[in-house]
């Protein structure tokens, strides 16, 4: 079984651009969460959605934001990126939302 | 306030030495999940285990433990004689309320291992 996958793995961007990563969960989760690593804070939540709503939202600005398709694949938007956007992105799935979670290799986001 | 503690930033043994990495956490919730996974050099974060809250039975894989005491809030991780391919940075989570829902996790900051030959 094909696990977690994520698109782009690498993005440079520049400050004030926006950005939208893609995340496809193992065949048959049907819930996705988003979390960023940086040096600094760690690995925080973002977002969960599960059947194509969004389930629980991290403590991050409306600057980001997400959606999950019916299909349960995912994506995340970053609009008017700063530089300490910089960071590690996960995508997680589970079969339900009580699962443990499966991460993705995660996209390395580079903001100058 | 849920929290993770990990209050080992690093550690370095020799390999075939055991190691053991602590994991404190704080919530009011009565039902929650405790996790580790590790994240080697790739970055990809690997599942290693769940426990629920009702469970404080201690669980072995191989030469990978688990010591669950709610009585401490502690979910500690013992590697028995450790090997080169340990090295990784190992997490702590637990599960973020909303009744036992796993989709929301609050992770520790890690604690990198270094297993030397």
């Known amino acids: 079984k094909a696990g977690v996958t994520q698109t782009p793995r690498y993005l440079i961007k520049t400050r004030g651009q926006q950005v939208t990563l893609s995340c496809s969960p193992i065949?048959?989760?049907?819930?996705v969460s988003w979390y960023q690593q940086t040096p600094g804070q760690g690995l925080q939540f973002l977002f969960e959605?599960?059947?194509?709503?969004?389930?629980n939202k991290g403590n991050f600005p409306g600057r980001f934001s997400g959606r999950q398709f019916s299909n349960s694949r995912s994506e995340m938007n970053v609009s008017t990126l700063e530089l300490g956007d910089s960071a590690l992105y996960l995508c997680?799935?589970?079969?339900?939302?009580?699962?443990?979670?499966?991460f993705g290799p995660g996209t390395r986001l580079t903001v100058t | 306030a849920q929290k993770v503690t990990q209050a080992q930033t690093e550690i370095s043994v020799v390999e075939k030495e055991d190691v053991t990495l602590d994991c404190v956490y704080e919530?009011?919730?009565?039902?929650?999940?405790l996790f580790w996974y590790k994240q080697p050099p790739s970055g990809e974060l690997v599942f290693l285990i769940r426990?629920?809250?009702?469970?404080?039975q201690n669980e072995i894989s191989g030469r990978y433990s688990w010591n669950f005491q709610k009585s401490t809030s502690s979910f500690n991780f013992t590697i028995t004689a450790s090997q080169v391919v340990d090295s990784a940075v190992y997490f702590c989570?637990?599960?973020?309320?909303?009744?036992?829902?796993?989709?929301?996790?609050?992770f520790g900051k890690g604690t990198k291992l270094s297993v030397k030959p």
């Open positions: 065949s048959g989760h049907r819930s």
């Open positions: 997680a799935s589970s079969l339900d939302r009580w699962d443990e979670q499966y």
């Open positions: 426990r629920n809250s009702f469970d404080e």
């Open positions: 959605y599960f059947s194509e709503t969004q389930r």
């Open positions: 919530t009011r919730d009565t039902t929650y999940y």
């Open positions: 989570a637990l599960s973020g309320g909303n009744g036992g829902s796993q989709g929301n996790l609050i």
